[in-house]
C-alpha cells in the first residue's frame, strides 16, 4: 500500500514542481473563464448605426425620438452615412438608418423623402430592421393623415399636424400585443451568473486535457528505464498500475480542485448543491484518468501522445458541450455528444445542479453513465500498462 | 544560400520521419475544425421559414381587411405560409408545441372598436424559441396597426372625436389610403464583412496551430547546440547565418505548406470559404512570416530547447485565445484593443476584410500589420544572436 501511494505522490509531486505547468494548470483556466464570461456572459444587445444629417429638421428629431423608445437596441452616432455603412459591413451595428438633410421641410411641403436603411443579409439582425421600418411608418401615417386634414379642412399642414397630433394622445389606436408561448430550451440560461456557464464548462475541459498532457509521463517513465527499475524491486507490477492510476487520479482532482476555489473565490461562481458537485466532479476525475492512463499505455512516443492528447482533450471538449452549451447543438449532434463525450454527461449534471437548483438525487443517471465509462477506462488502461510493464 | 538550404531540407527531413510535424500541422487543426464545425456550422442556422395562422373572431370589415388583403401579400412575398382558423386553443396549442412560427388573433368586436374610435389589440402569439419570425409577425401586425390609425387620427383631426357619419368616415379613409406614402425607405444590403461560423473556425485553428508548427525549425538550433551538432556546423565553412537561415527556411517551409494543407482541405471537406486565392497566398505568407519571427524571439532568449519549447507554447496559446482564434473577440473595450496586439487578430481580420467578394487589396492592411510583428520579432532576435553569439 505504502509503494502504492509513493507512486502516487511521485506523480503530483511532478505535476506540481514542473514550472511549465504553472501557466498551463493555473493561469490558462481561470484566463479563458475571465474571458468567456466577459464575451458571452452578459446580455446582448443589438446595436443600430444612426446618421442624421444637418438640417434634418424636427420630423427628423421625432423619428430618432420614436426609434429610441422602442428600447430595442442601442444606438450608436455616426458621423457620415460612409460611417454607418461602414459599422454595419464590420458587424458592429445590426443595421443602419441615414436621414438626409431637409427631411422636415420636404415633408411639410407636401413632398416625398427618402430615408436610408442599412441591412446585412444575416437573419438574426433583421428584427432591428423591422422596428426601424415600423418607426418610419408611423410617422409616415401621421404625416399622411395630417396631409388628409389639411386638405379636407383647408387648415395649414402645421396646423393639421398639431390637430393629429392632438388626437393622436387621446386615441388609443390598435396596439399589438405579443405573448410567448411555450418552453424554451434556452429558459434556464437566464439567472446565470455572468461566469458559471464557463466555469462549469471549462473545468471539464481543463481537467481533461490536463490529464491528457500529463500522460506524456507515463511514458517518459517507461522511456528512461524508470519503470524497469521499479519493477526490480519487490514491488509488483499491479502495485505499480495502481500507484499509477491513483496518481493520475490525484493529479486531475487537484486541477478540478483549484479551479473550483479560484473560480469560486475570484469570480463568485455558483456551483450549485456541494454534494452533487462534489459526485460529478470525483466521478468525471476518474474518467480522465483512465483516458490518461490509456494514452500512456497505448502510446511510446512522448510527442505524439502529446499532440493526440491534445487533439482528443479538445476535440471531445468541443463535442461534449465545454465550448458552445449543447442546447444549441442539433438533436443529431446532442446524441453523438451523448455517445462519444464523457462531457456532454458532466455537462448536463452540471447544467441540472446549477441551472436547474438540483441535487445528487436528480444526477444519478449522469453519475451512473460516468461510473461505467470511467470503470471501462481505468481497467482497460490497467490491464494494457500492466502488461507493457511485464513485458518491458 | 546552398549551405542553408541543405540544412534546411535535411531537417525538414527529420519532422517528416518524426511524424509529429504532420500531427500539429496538419492532423490535430483539421480534425479540430472538422469537429468544431460539425458542432458550430450548423447550430446557429436560422430557418427562416415562417408558419402562421390567424384566426378571426371578429368577422367585421377591418379584421377583414388584415385577413384579405395583408396576410396574402405575406404568402405572395415568399416568406411563408398563412392558414386560417376558427379554433383558438388549437391554434395556441400548436404554437406552444413548435408547429407554428406564430399565430394572430383579431377578437370578437375588433372591427367595431376601431371604427368607433376606441382602442383594439391583435395579439400575436409567438413560440418562444421562434423568436425571429415572431419579431417578424409583430412588424406585420404593427404595419396593419398603423395603417388603421393613421385612418383614425385622420378621422378624428377632421369630423371630431364622436364622428359617427359612415359616409364621411368613409370618405377620409380613401382620402388617407390615397395619400403618397411621403417617406420612402430605400434599403441597401451591404456586403457582410465577416466570416461565417465554419470559415472562422477553420482559419482560427490553422492560424493557431501555425505557431505550433514554425517552432520546430527555430528551436532545432537550441537542440542542436545540446546535442553537439552545432559546434560541428559551425567548424564547417559555413557562415553562422547561413545556418540561422536555414533553421528559419525550415520554418517557414512547414508553416506554409501546412497552412496550405489546411486552406485546401477545409475548403474541399468542410466548406470553408477562404477568399480570393492571392489575397490568401499573402495573408499566409506574412502569418508564417510573423509567426516564424516571434518563435525566433522566444527561442533567442531562452536558454534551452525544453524551455523554449515551454514559453513558446505559452505565447502561442496566451496570443491565440487574446487574438480570437476560439471564440471572436468584440471590438470594444481594453479587450477589443489588446487583441490588436496579436498577429492572430490581423490575420483573421485580413481574411475578414476580403469575405463576401473582397479582393487581395482588401487584405493589404492585415498583411502589413503581420510585417510589423516580423520586422520586430526578428529585429529583436537578431539584437539578440549577434550580442549572445552562437556559442
Known amino acids: ?203 471539464l475541459l481543463f481537467v481533461f486535457l490536463t490529464s491528457l498532457a500529463g500522460s506524456a509521463t507515463l511514458i517518459q517513465a517507461r522511456q528512461w528505464g524508470v519503470s524497469r527499475r521499479m519493477l526490480s524491486t519487490p514491488t509488483s507490477a499491479r502495485q505499480i498500475v495502481l500507484g499509477e492510476a491513483l496518481g493520475r487520479f490525484a493529479v486531475a482532482l487537484v486541477q478540478a480542485a483549484y479551479i473550483v476555489v479560484g473560480t469560486r473565490v475570484i469570480f463568485g461562481v455558483d456551483w450549485g448543491d456541494p454534494v452533487g458537485a462534489a459526485a460529478v466532479i470525483v466521478v468525471f476525475c476518474l474518467v480522465s484518468a483512465g483516458a490518461a492512463m490509456l494514452i500512456g499505455a497505448t502510446f511510446s512516443n512522448d510527442a505524439q501522445a502529446g499532440g493526440v492528447g491534445i487533439g482528443v482533450g479538445l476535440g471531445l471538449a468541443a463535442l461534449g458541450g465545454s465550448m458552445a452549451p449543447i442546447e444549441v447543438f442539433s438533436d443529431t449532434m446532442q446524441r453523438v455528444a451523448h455517445l462519444v463525450t464523457p462531457h456532454a454527461w458532466a455537462n448536463d449534471a452540471f447544467a441540472e445542479l446549477v441551472r436547474r437548483g438540483g441535487g445528487i438525487g436528480d444526477i444519478v443517471v449522469e453519475l451512473a453513465v460516468l461510473l461505467v465509462v470511467a470503470a471501462v477506462l481505468v481497467t482497460t488502461a490497467s490491464w494494457r500498462l500492466h502488461r507493457v510493464l511485464v513485458r518491458s | 544560400m546552398r549551405a542553408a538550404v541543405t540544412i534546411s531540407l535535411k531537417d525538414l527531413r527529420e519532422r517528416v520521419r518524426d511524424r509529429s510535424a504532420l500531427l500539429f500541422g496538419i492532423v490535430v487543426p483539421l480534425g479540430l475544425a472538422f469537429v468544431f464545425s460539425s458542432v458550430f456550422g450548423g447550430a446557429f442556422g436560422v430557418d427562416l421559414d415562417l408558419d402562421y395562422a390567424v384566426v378571426d373572431l371578429d368577422g367585421g370589415p377591418v379584421a377583414a381587411a388584415f385577413v384579405d388583403e395583408v396576410l396574402p401579400a405575406v404568402v405572395a412575398e415568399g416568406l411563408g405560409e398563412v392558414t386560417t382558423s376558427d379554433d383558438v386553443e388549437y391554434v395556441r396549442e400548436r404554437v406552444r408545441e413548435g408547429e407554428l412560427t406564430a399565430a394572430f388573433v383579431l377578437p370578437e368586436g375588433f372591427s367595431e372598436a376601431v371604427t368607433s374610435g376606441r382602442g383594439a389589440t391583435i395579439e400575436v402569439l409567438g413560440n418562444v424559441d421562434a423568436s425571429i419570425g415572431t419579431q417578424i409577425a409583430a412588424a406585420i401586425a404593427s404595419g396593419f396597426a398603423t395603417e388603421v390609425a393613421a385612418v383614425q387620427l385622420a378621422v378624428g383631426a377632421t369630423l371630431g372625436p364622436d364622428a359617427a357619419d359612415p359616409e364621411a368616415i368613409d370618405r377620409i379613409a380613401t382620402a388617407v389610403s390615397e395619400q403618397a406614402a411621403p417617406v420612402a425607405v430605400g434599403e441597401v444590403e451591404t456586403r457582410r464583412r465577416e466570416l461565417d461560423p465554419v470559415t472562422y473556425l477553420s482559419a482560427g485553428m490553422a492560424v493557431f496551430f501555425l505557431f505550433f508548427t514554425v517552432q520546430f525549425g527555430v528551436t532545432s538550433l537550441l537542440e542542436e547546440r545540446r546535442v553537439g551538432t552545432l559546434q560541428r556546423l559551425l567548424a564547417a565553412p559555413v557562415g553562422r547565418w547561413s545556418v540561422i537561415g536555414g533553421k528559419l527556411l525550415t520554418s517557414f517551409v512547414l508553416g506554409v505548406v501546412s497552412m496550405a494543407v489546411l486552406v485546401i482541405a477545409s475548403d474541399v471537406l468542410i466548406g470553408a470559404v477562404w477568399g480570393d486565392p492571392l489575397g490568401v497566398a499573402l495573408l499566409v505568407v506574412c502569418g508564417v512570416v510573423a509567426a516564424t519571427a516571434i518563435m525566433a524571439l522566444i527561442a533567442s532568449v531562452a536558454r534551452t530547447s525544453e524551455q523554449a519549447n515551454v514559453w513558446q507554447s505559452i505565447i502561442a496559446v496566451v496570443l491565440g485565445s487574446l487574438g480570437g482564434v476560439f471564440f471572436p473577440i468584440a471590438s470594444g473595450g481594453w479587450l477589443g484593443r489588446l487583441t490588436l496586439l496579436t498577429p492572430h487578430q490581423w490575420f483573421m481580420r485580413g481574411l475578414s476584410a476580403m469575405a463576401g467578394g473582397g479582393g487581395p487589396v482588401d487584405a493589404l492592411p492585415a498583411a502589413g500589420a503581420l510585417l510589423v510583428f516580423a520586422a520586430v520579432g526578428f529585429g529583436l532576435a537578431a539584437v539578440r544572436m549577434r550580442g549572445e553569439g552562437l556559442r
Open chain 1, 1 to 203: 500500500m505504502r509503494a502504492v501511494l509513493s507512486i502516487a505522490a511521485v506523480a503530483l509531486r511532478r505535476m506540481l514542481r514542473d514550472r511549465s505547468n504553472l501557466f498551463f494548470v493555473f493561469i490558462l483556466p481561470l484566463l479563458l473563464v475571465l474571458l468567456i464570461g466577459m464575451q458571452f456572459g452578459g446580455s446582448f444587445e443589438p446595436h443600430l448605426a444612426l446618421h442624421v444629417e444637418e438640417g434634418a429638421g424636427a420630423l427628423a428629431d421625432d423619428l430618432v425620438a420614436a426609434v429610441e423608445e422602442a428600447d430595442v437596441f442601442v444606438i450608436d452616432r455616426a458621423d457620415d452615412a460612409a460611417g454607418v455603412v461602414d459599422r454595419v459591413g464590420r458587424g458592429a451595428a445590426a443595421a443602419g438608418l441615414t436621414i438626409p438633410a431637409g427631411y422636415d421641410a420636404a415633408l411639410r411641403d407636401g413632398g416625398t423623402v427618402e430615408v436610408g436603411l442599412i441591412v446585412s443579409p444575416s437573419a438574426t439582425d433583421q428584427g432591428v430592421a423591422s422596428t426601424v421600418r415600423a418607426a418610419v411608418g408611423q410617422q409616415a401615417a401621421t404625416v399622411r393623415a395630417a396631409r388628409t386634414v389639411a386638405d379636407a379642412s383647408g387648415v395649414s399642414f402645421d396646423e393639421a399636424l398639431a390637430r393629429v397630433e392632438a388626437v393622436a394622445a387621446v386615441v388609443p389606436g390598435v396596439a399589438v400585443e405579443t405573448s410567448r408561448l411555450g418552453e424554451s430550451a434556452f429558459s434556464d440560461f437566464e439567472g446565470l451568473g455572468q461566469f458559471d456557464l464557463g466555469a462549469s464548462s471549462q473545468l
